[in-house]
């Protein structure tokens, strides 16, 4: 009996030994690390906002897909595009240009959903109330720029950036037209704001919907920054998903992804809080092909190569 029970003692004491190195070795470390999803987003809000809706979000879709997310955030554009390239980072909140870049350079990303305004969006041009200058109705009207101080949000910003100068080329005005021979880059949407009311320019371009959003909020002061121009219509913000998801995540990961998103409704309280946030209704199925023309207008002014 104490024979046995001594028998007993060593083969557990084996087996405990086989776990630590099993729990210990390289690939149980690739088999837990293949059970997170890291998410992040371009920065172009204030990071109190940012970080409030990614975290949130981060916790819905822990919820949802019954594995781990986290909420990594980048320090600017080409931060968000360089980290999903070497694949840093699963799953990226793009704008139009940022993500034509990335799956550039990330051969095979899927382009998995939008929100339901996406598809329209538009940009606005501001005013400082000392500028002098006025609403204007037409493209052309952009003219009254040249010889002002004006920045656009990030250089890679395809709302707070690409579109607008591609209007403003249009208009037959070139960036050497702005006081000082130069354009401005404030960085973010709400820096834009900030730096046109404050007067440090006279004029500058931003997402409408986060000057919508500021407007509401009461954040923005009409007898100090004022709108002149609404951009037509083109398509931007859009969630890009790595290429081998399934690979790592399971056989239909990239799938059920998308499908959950798709599914996001307001009569869930957290989902309407995500999805306010986003200033959104819905999330809706995107496609690669939609963003073909950011990608033409992207190269015709250098930012894709």
Same mark, same amino acid.
């Given at each position: 009996?104490?024979?046995?029970?001594?028998?007993?003692?060593?083969?557990?004491?084996?087996?405990?030994?086989?776990?630590?190195?099993?729990?210990?070795?390289?690939?149980?470390?690739?088999?837990?690390?293949?059970?997170?999803?890291?998410?992040?987003?371009?920065?172009?809000?204030?990071?109190?906002?940012?970080?409030r809706?990614y975290?949130?979000?981060?916790?819905?879709?822990?919820?949802?897909?019954?594995?781990?997310?986290?909420?990594?955030?980048?320090?600017?554009?080409?931060?968000?595009?360089?980290?999903?390239?070497?694949?840093?980072?699963?799953?990226?909140?793009?704008?139009?240009?940022?993500?034509?870049?990335?799956?550039?350079q990330?051969?095979?990303?899927?382009?998995?959903?939008?929100?339901?305004?996406? !598809?329209?969006? @538009?940009?606005?041009? *501001? &005013?400082?109330? =000392? /500028? $002098?200058?006025?609403?204007?109705?037409? #493209? %052309?009207?952009?003219?009254?720029?040249?010889?002002?101080?004006?920045?656009?949000?990030?250089?890679?910003?395809?709302?707070?950036?690409?579109?607008?100068?591609?209007?403003?080329?249009?208009a037959?005005?070139?960036?050497?037209?702005?006081?000082?021979?130069?354009?401005?880059? !404030?960085?973010s @949407?709400?820096?834009? *704001? &900030?730096?046109? =009311? /404050? $007067?440090?320019?006279?004029?500058g371009? #931003? %997402?409408?919907?986060?000057?919508?959003e500021?407007?509401?909020?009461?954040?923005?002061?009409?007898k100090?920054?004022?709108?002149?121009?609404?951009?037509?219509?083109?398509?931007?913000?859009?969630?890009?998903?790595?290429?081998?998801?399934?690979?790592?995540?399971?056989?239909?990961?990239?799938?059920?992804?998308?499908?959950?998103?798709l599914?996001?409704?307001?009569?869930?309280?957290?989902?309407?809080?995500?999805?306010?946030?986003?200033g959104?209704?819905?999330?809706?199925?995107?496609?690669?092909?939609?963003?073909?023309a950011?990608?033409?207008?992207?190269?015709?002014?250098?930012?894709?190569?």
């Amino acid at each position: 009996m104490l024979y046995r029970r001594q028998n007993t003692y060593k083969i557990y004491q084996i087996i405990i030994v086989i776990l630590g190195l099993i729990l210990t070795s390289p690939f149980a470390k690739i088999c837990v690390a293949k059970e997170k999803l890291i998410i992040s987003a371009i920065p172009d809000q204030n990071p109190e906002k940012l970080n409030r809706l990614y975290s949130t979000l981060a916790d819905e879709l822990s919820n949802n897909l019954q594995i781990k997310v986290i909420y990594k955030p980048v320090i600017n554009y080409q931060a968000a595009v360089s980290a999903f390239r070497t694949g840093s980072l699963d799953l990226v909140w793009f704008g139009g240009l940022t993500g034509v870049q990335a799956r550039i350079q990330r051969p095979g990303s899927i382009v998995i959903a939008q929100r339901d305004i996406d !598809s329209k969006f @538009h940009s606005i041009f *501001i &005013a400082n109330h =000392k /500028s $002098g200058i006025k609403p204007i109705s037409n #493209l %052309n009207g952009l003219k009254v720029l040249k010889g002002k101080r004006f920045t656009f949000g990030s250089e890679s910003s395809t709302s707070g950036r690409l579109m607008p100068q591609h209007y403003l080329t249009k208009a037959k005005l070139k960036l050497s037209d702005f006081k000082g021979g130069v354009a401005g880059f !404030s960085g973010s @949407h709400d820096a834009t *704001i &900030a730096l046109v =009311k /404050s $007067g440090s320019y006279d004029s500058g371009v #931003l %997402n409408e919907q986060v000057w919508e959003e500021r407007l509401a909020q009461g954040r923005v002061d009409l007898k100090k920054v004022y709108p002149i121009w609404r951009t037509p219509p083109y398509v931007d913000y859009h969630w890009l998903a790595q290429p081998n998801l399934d690979k790592h995540l399971g056989k239909g990961f990239t799938r059920k992804l998308t499908n959950t998103f798709l599914s996001y409704d307001k009569s869930n309280p957290r989902q309407k809080i995500i999805l306010e946030l986003f200033g959104a209704r819905s999330f809706v199925k995107a496609y690669a092909y939609q963003y073909e023309a950011i990608e033409d207008i992207g190269r015709k002014l250098g930012k894709i190569r």
